[in-house]
């Protein structure tokens, strides 16, 4: 059984950065793509950036472009989201997704493992 833990989540004002962790446990953490999502209340969840299981391939959200970097330990069994920048509309609580496929580019689906999230409230 693979288990995610987000942790880094915090209230910070505009233009402040945070770093989102995502700790997996279990040998399949590695050789799959993980992404990061997030869902502002009242909203869809929504993709914001995925890295491959190698770390040397990633994708963002339009929104997020410039501002976050996905990034990946496989030694450690840890993926990052370093986001700068950051906005009001940033505010959501993250998810942590780690997919069943080692194909890239990432093909999610309804079985992926999941952490349980962690807040952001970016302030103006």
């Known amino acids: 059984q693979v288990q995610l833990v987000e942790s880094g989540g915090g209230l910070v004002q505009a233009g402040a950065s945070l770093r989102l962790t995502c700790s997996g446990s279990?040998?399949?953490?590695?050789?799959?793509?993980v992404g990061w999502f997030r869902q502002a209340p009242g909203k869809e969840r929504e993709s914001v950036a995925e890295?491959?299981?190698?770390?040397?391939?990633?994708a963002y959200a339009d929104a997020v472009k410039g501002r976050f970097t996905i990034s990946r330990d496989n030694t450690q069994n840890t993926v990052y989201l370093q986001m700068a920048s950051l906005k009001p509309e940033d505010t959501a609580t993250y998810y942590c997704?780690?997919?069943?496929?080692?194909?890239?580019?990432?093909?999610?689906?309804?079985?992926?493992?999941w952490g349980q999230g962690t807040q952001v409230t970016v302030s103006s």
């Open positions: 997704r780690k997919s069943r496929r080692s194909t890239w580019p990432v093909q999610w689906s309804r079985t992926d493992y």
């Open positions: 279990g040998r399949t953490f590695n050789g799959y793509p």
């Open positions: 890295i491959s299981w190698v770390g040397d391939d990633t």
